[in-house]
């Protein structure tokens, strides 16, 4: 079975292609005689800089996955380069990497500040953010800038918000902060999910993608403007090959869709899931789902699937209840209907393991129905599409899309279609007619999402945060992640 790719996990090191190419050439003969090329580059490979974060970089089933190490590998291939990743836990080592010219550029969610500006250039951006303080649900929620006057905030060290908030203390004097190097944005936000600080700031792509695994922690307000995240080099690339070639490669992905793709493969199904449904979520992590995980990994081992895939799926259908049943007479943890339980051997669709198996084995057969053109993720993706909405309305909504000039093959585009099956202009046109589109759009996010917070369960469960009483706070207090403050 095509497994359904997954955004979770960690690495340290990958090494990609192995084809050599003269990086220079791509420079015209004047800039070429002004820059040097580093001994990485002679020898064909790409250095590059990043942190470990569902965002960024990191450690799938699949191999190494994250929307910003997509973004490098496909960089590197543009331009015949063999990608080796560097990870850091600080910003402070990641900008030391590239001062000591171990990196030839980072790429870790990175904004451009007035101080980074004076030692550093930027590449074209290529993804928009908003910096937003969140809060613990429970708590007080801040509305504005002095609402935080007198609270424990918490941001990492050398980071774009360490510098928001300085920039803020001018017209905010009593404004106060910590900043703590060597810690990771999901450290701080379970500081403050557990109540040992009041309020963070983080950047709403980061929130979004993290929500999930912080059921408790909620945003409060927008801080400041809207930034863009680019990839940082140091001065002596100003003009380089390298830096006209990264422009290039992130103004060509944007203006053939890739980028867009790209955004809706890392950050799509986390748009869907409201507040409440996080919260839901966790509460059925830890009281519904050790009922049935045993059950649930040795189906999946059976079929040889991802676990954390079948729990999603089947928490999708029925909140992890055996006896779920629906007004139109669905039934069981997989919630199969009479006919589909009939057709892959269910007798008894409120047993457990026979639910489990035969959802299993119709979501096999959905794969195994589609073009085998459809590579992965988007497979599994319109696999579960069809699970939801049936594979006649899943096959409308892609002739819709070839209708209207997008790739029928792709999940970002039939996505956009499916909800038009609602409307009688388009399903007057289809060979099953009318369906409700949005549903299986709907039902597709959230168990992508669902996925990634089990995954990111397993990784995270043994963390401990910090449950010390703090000192009274000083603005801009550094302290190292295992300081105990």
Known sequence: MALFYTCLGFVSLLILSTTDFALTLLAPPEIEAKNQVPIAEQQGILRVVT???????????????????????????????????????????LFRLLDRNEAHFASAGLTVTEERSRHYIFSTPYLQSQPIVVYRVGNSKPRKIKDLIGKVIVVTADSSHSALLEDLRNKYPNIQWREIRNIDYIDVLGRVENGNIDYTVIDSTEFMLHRGFFPRVKKAFSIGKQQSFSWVMSKSHTNSALLLAANRFITGIKADGTLAKLEEQYYGQAAHISQVSANEFAKNINNQLPLYIDNIKAVAEEFEMDWRLLAAISYQESRWNPLARSRTGVRGLMMLTLPTAKEVGVSNRLDPDQSLRGGATYLNNLIARLPKRILEPDRSWFALAAYNVGFGHLEDARVITSKRGGDPDSWYDVKQSLPLLTQKKWYSQTRYGYARGYEPVQYVQHIRHYHNVLQWKDITRNWQYAEDIYEPLTPKILANDEARF
């Open 51 to 93: 942190r470990i974060s569902p965002n960024t970089y990191f450690e799938s089933d699949e191999g190494p996955s994250g929307f910003e190490y997509a973004l490098l590998e496909r960089f590197a291939r543009s331009i015949n380069k063999e990608l080796e990743i560097i990870t850091t836990d600080s910003h402070a080592n």
